[in-house]
């Protein structure tokens, strides 16, 4: 066994961790067996055609994350076969992701289209090995000869074609001589073949549409299939990792590379998609999510999205721990929520510096401090990091609580402002609660209070008071704008639940949850955090964790809510 098999991880905390898993156990055998020269070879292959997701993430984290630990190399190879679908705003933001990730492809990202002429000749090749043919079958006609999981297929009229003609066709294929759908070019396997992939599968159909990287150079494409396997040989790749569902189309990436006896024939590894839930990691659905304005955009701090999840305040860190800790298997199954949940926690538990916010502000004036006296007070940035320093708090007349915090009528063993009763100011004094001022609505509009000068740093003479909230003054204190997120779907599966209709697949939307945003805007921030810049995060005491979002600006702090103290969401009585 190489030593490069043990893999330690480097963590926010001083906890290392050992991962092993199948996929690591077959590279380590393979060096010990000099296979690929010893060398390890993979590649991340995203479509782009839409943003990457957690799911992604976990694939990321092990194809570029196995290249590190086994001091090999990982390709980013851009899965660009379907000409239409793909855009260049996702090229880019693919590229963005996977750098923020922490990781590095070798070179220049590729593109399987920089491939075309190669995987060409290839399927020249094929033809005059007598292994590939021309179909003239329409599609609907191809669909009935094709047969269906409990009975074989049948062979084409035109699987018998002289290789000159096929060879003849597939130029004029290329030519543009034929309209879309008239002519494929297809393997030729065995019709009869209990794994219908095999059966005589499609290697390059015509489309007549401009690609985003060669133009109007081509009017045949590839199949995804053909492609991949090629591509992974043509760059060397030793382990060519991919999700369970490509299980069955294994023998054909096999069959391809030992027709044409490519130099290297990379093996194909399934391991488990990741499902998380709660949402759904299906890039269709999550780009039905955002064109029909059910989200603000890719990125709405909601999205299982990346660069959701960065704007949300997702470290790099917390996404790569999460991805070791679910580690890698055969068997499918749901990670819940409340792992990832877990792993920014940890994270931001020991980074984030504590501040004081009030989201839904109650005005408090204290009668018994003078009108224009404002004191500094002093408090740790973080309650076990004395490197982090202090901050500065302004305590002054009128100061805001949070709505929560007060109850007119307080229910038994209640630990906040009350009448009559004390509580302490975080890091501040003991106030007590003198009066309380409503609307004509009966609304709470103000508390007059009276504090206990002695009480700064100590306990309170003679009486014990237990309860401490948090606060912040009027006048030395930012305005900002809180950003509160939920689940974004009610339903643990949401495609599940949507299982019943059949014929429709967008029912997944019903179970979309209507309460995932509120903004709390009213919010006031202690004034310690003016010049907090997009991306700062903080632990606001009592409330969560939070991360300035791009919004920010200088005169209006906006936060988003990365993450809850605890996990509320089980305790709410949700599972
Ligand atoms: P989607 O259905 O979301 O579009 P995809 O598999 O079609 O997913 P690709 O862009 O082709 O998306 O995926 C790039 C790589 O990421 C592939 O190797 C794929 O297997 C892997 N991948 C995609 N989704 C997941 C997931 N949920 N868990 C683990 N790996 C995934
Ligand atoms: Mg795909």
Same mark, same amino acid.
């Given at each position: ?134 179909? !003239? ?25 002289? /290789? ?61 299939? %053909? ?22 189309? +294994? ?21 488990? +998609? ?35 999840? +960065? ?140 504090? #206990? ?31 509160? %997120? ?8 949401? #495609? ?45 005491? +009592? ?19 990365? /993450?809850?103290?605890? #996990? !509320? ?7």
């Amino acid at each position: 066994m190489s030593d490069s098999a043990t893999r330690t991880t480097e963590k926010t905390t001083s906890e290392t961790k050992v991962v092993s898993n199948f996929i690591r156990h077959i590279i380590d055998k393979d060096i010990s067996n000099n296979k690929n020269d010893g060398k390890v070879v993979t590649r991340f292959p995203p479509e782009p055609n839409g943003y990457l997701h957690i799911g992604h993430a976990k694939s990321i984290c092990l194809n570029f994350g196995l290249a590190q630990d086994y001091q090999g190399v990982c390709n980013l190879r851009f899965d660009d076969t379907n000409p239409e679908k793909e855009e260049l705003e996702y090229i880019d933001s693919i590229k963005k992701d996977v750098s923020w990730l922490g990781f590095e492809w070798k070179g220049e990202p590729r593109f399987a289209s920089d491939y075309f002429a190669q995987l060409y000749q290839y399927a020249i090749d094929l033809i005059k090995a007598g292994k590939a043919y021309v179909c !003239s079958l329409s599609p609907d006609e191809a669909r009935e000869y094709r047969g269906s999981l409990t009975e074989a297929g049948k062979d084409s009229p035109y699987r018998d074609q002289s /290789v000159a003609e096929n060879l003849d066709l597939f130029a004029r294929m290329k030519q543009g001589e034929f309209d879309e759908g008239e002519k494929v070019l297809r393997a030729k396997i065995d019709m009869a073949s209990p794994n219908l992939n095999m059966r005589d599968p499609i290697l390059y159909r015509i489309r007549k549409v401009e690609h985003h990287q060669t133009g109007n150079e081509w009017c045949i494409y590839p199949m995804y299939d %053909y492609t991949h396997c090629l591509s992974d040989a043509i760059e060397g790749i030793t382990h060519s990792l991919c999700t369970l569902e490509f299980e069955d189309h +294994r023998p054909l990436y096999d069959w391809v590379l030992e027709q044409l006896q490519t130099p290297n024939h990379p093996q194909q590894i399934e391991f488990a +998609r990741l499902n998380l839930n709660y949402t759904i990691t299906s890039k269709r659905k999550l780009k039905q999510l955002v064109d029909d304005n059910h989200v603000l955009g890719w990125d709405d701090p909601r999205m299982p999205t990346i660069s959701g999840l +960065r704007r949300r305040g997702y470290t790099s860190a917390s996404i790569r721990d999460f991805s070791d800790r679910i580690g890698v298997t055969k068997v499918d199954g749901v990670v819940d929520m409340s792992t990832l949940e877990f792993c920014i926690r940890e994270d931001l538990e020991h980074s984030a510096p504590r501040a004081m916010c009030v989201i839904n502000p109650l005005k408090v004036t204290i009668e018994s401090w003078a009108e224009d006296e404002v004191q500094e007070l002093s408090a740790p940035r973080h309650p076990k990091d004395e490197s982090m320093g202090r901050r500065t708090l302004k305590m002054t007349r009128v100061i805001y609580i949070d709505r929560s915090d007060f109850e007119e009528v307080p229910p038994p063993k209640y630990k906040r402002l009350t009448v009559d009763k004390e509580v302490r100011l975080r890091n501040s004094y003991v106030i007590k609660c003198e009066q309380v001022i409503k609307d004509e609505q009966g609304e709470v509009i103000e508390l007059r209070c009276s504090h #206990d000068a002695d009480t700064l740093g100590k306990k309170p003479e003679g009486r014990k008071v237990k309860g401490v909230i948090h606060w912040v003054s009027e006048q030395q204190s930012m305005p900002a704008e809180v950003r509160l %997120y939920d689940r974004l779907f009610t339903v643990e599966n949401p #495609d599940a639940a949507a299982k019943k209709h059949e014929d429709d697949d967008s029912h997944f939307l019903d179970f979309l949850n209507p309460d995932s945003f509120k903004v709390m805007a009213n919010a006031r921030a202690e004034i310690s955090l003016a010049g907090t810049q997009p991306g700062d995060a903080f632990q606001f005491e +009592r409330e969560g964790y939070f991360t300035a979002d791009p919004d920010t600006s200088s005169d209006k702090l906006v936060f988003n809510r990365t /993450v809850s103290l605890r #996990d !509320s969401w089980a305790k709410a009585g949700n599972k």
